[in-house]
Structures are given as C-alpha cells and as structure tokens.
T-cell receptor
Framework: GNSVTQMEGPVTLSEEAFLTINCTYTATGYPSLFWYVQYPGEGLQLLLKATKADDKGSNKGFEATYRKETTSFHLEKGSVQVSDSAVYFCALKNSGGYQKVTFGTGTKLQVIP | ETGVTQSPTHLIKTRGQQVTLRCSSQSGHNTVSWYQQALGQGPQFIFQYYREEENGRGNFPPRFSGLQFPNYSSELNVNALELDDSALYLC??????????FGPGTRLLVL
C-alpha cells in the first residue's frame, strides 16, 4: 500500500536559516504529491503540490521537486521566518480511483528570532 | 480560507454516546472526504462520499458512518464512542481533481 515517511521533528531553526524537511514515499503508479501546513489549533492548508515527475511545486518561498528516481519530495525554503512555525505534512494521492490522501506523521518546525 | 466549514468546532462526549459532525464543502465541489487526526499524528482516511454515495473507506469500524446530501454537504456519525476516538476530525472537499481542500476541523474529546 501507499506510505509516506517524513523526517522526525521537531526542527528548530533561527530566523533566516535554510530549511529542508525530507519526505520519501512508497506508492504504485504515478501519485500526486503534496505538502500541507497546519498552524496551531487549525486545520490543514495546502502549501504546494506536484502532479508528475520532475515537477516543482512552489508557494510562499517554499519549494519541492517530485523526484521519481529517489521517490522523494523534500520541502525547502531559503530563509525561514518566525511565522513559518507550524507542522508540515507530506502527502500523496494515487491517480484515478477514489481520492484517498495518505499523509506522513508530520514535522514540527519552530523558528526562533 | 478554503470555503470548507465544519461544525461544531469543539465537542465533549462520554464513552458510549453517539456524535454527529457536519461539513459544508466548497462551492462546486461534489466530493467530501473525512479524516481522523490523533494528537501528534498525521490524518488517517476514514471514508469518502461522491454524489451522495460512499466510494472509498479506510480502516475504520462500521460504527463510523456518514452521509452526503444533495447540496454535497456531509455528516460523519460515530456510534458507541470510545476513548480512542478523541481526535481532530477533518473534512476535505474536492471536485474530481487532484487537490483536497480542508476545513478547520472539529476537536472531539471523549471522557
């Protein structure tokens, strides 16, 4: 079955530091890949997505590239801000069929001034 | 702001009781999915409704059931509540595409 593995958190960074959160996946076929963000006490917000190999998703300074050869979708940001403090979830959805999304366990990011 | 709303925002129940959670999907979306997110975990898929029919289910017992209405809003019902049902319940809507848009969730506490 499908699965998503994320790096363990929490990740603590100073403001303006470079961020990488690793994500690898196992899936049949050609899944779409997503990063969602969850701020404290809130639901999930879509951060970015990529639907095919070598696609790069980007939003709000965050980027992730769909790497089929390494089955990875690592999240990166060049300069984090305190407001980026949240839990980040990597997720996938197979094409076709019903739209079940499989999530990783989440990585908590704390950015300190 | 996704346009997906859920009610109530918080709920406290006791073991053995029944609960109904509600979701209004984003305008134009005909598919609603429900997820359970335990504390410190990623969301787990419960089931999905498409045009009022359940068309996919995760590894949850039959006491988790749902409905979708003609306006595509949805309910999640849980019978015989157990302590482990305490979680954030998330609803997501979509429209035949790749992306699911999530509501803010309902936080359920079972005592």
């Amino acid at each position: 079955g499908n699965s998503v593995t994320q790096m363990e958190g929490p990740v603590t960074l100073s403001e303006e530091a470079f961020l990488t959160i690793n994500c690898t996946y196992t899936a049949t076929g050609y899944p779409s890949l997503f990063w969602y963000v969850q701020y404290p006490g809130e639901g999930l917000q879509l951060l970015l997505k990529a639907t095919k190999a070598d696609d790069k998703g980007s939003n709000k300074g965050f980027e992730a590239t769909y790497r089929k050869e390494t089955t990875s979708f690592h999240l990166e940001k060049g300069s984090v801000q305190v407001s980026d403090s949240a839990v980040y979830f990597c997720a996938l959805k197979n094409s076709g069929g019903y739209q079940k999304v499989t999530f990783g366990t989440g990585t908590k990011l704390q950015v300190i001034p | 702001e996704t346009g997906v709303t859920q009610s109530p925002t918080h709920l406290i129940k006791t073991r053995g009781q029944q609960v109904t959670l509600r979701c209004s999907s984003q305008s134009g979306h005909n598919t609603v999915s429900w997820y359970q997110q335990a504390l410190g975990q990623g969301p787990q898929f419960i089931f999905q409704y498409y045009r009022e029919e359940e068309n996919g289910r995760g590894n949850f017992p039959p006491r988790f059931s749902g409905l979708q209405f003609p306006n595509y809003s949805s309910e999640l019902n849980v019978n015989a509540l157990e302590l482990d049902d305490s979680a954030l319940y998330l609803c997501a809507s979509s429209s035949g595409g790749e992306t699911q848009y999530f509501g803010p969730g309902t936080r359920l506490l079972v005592l």
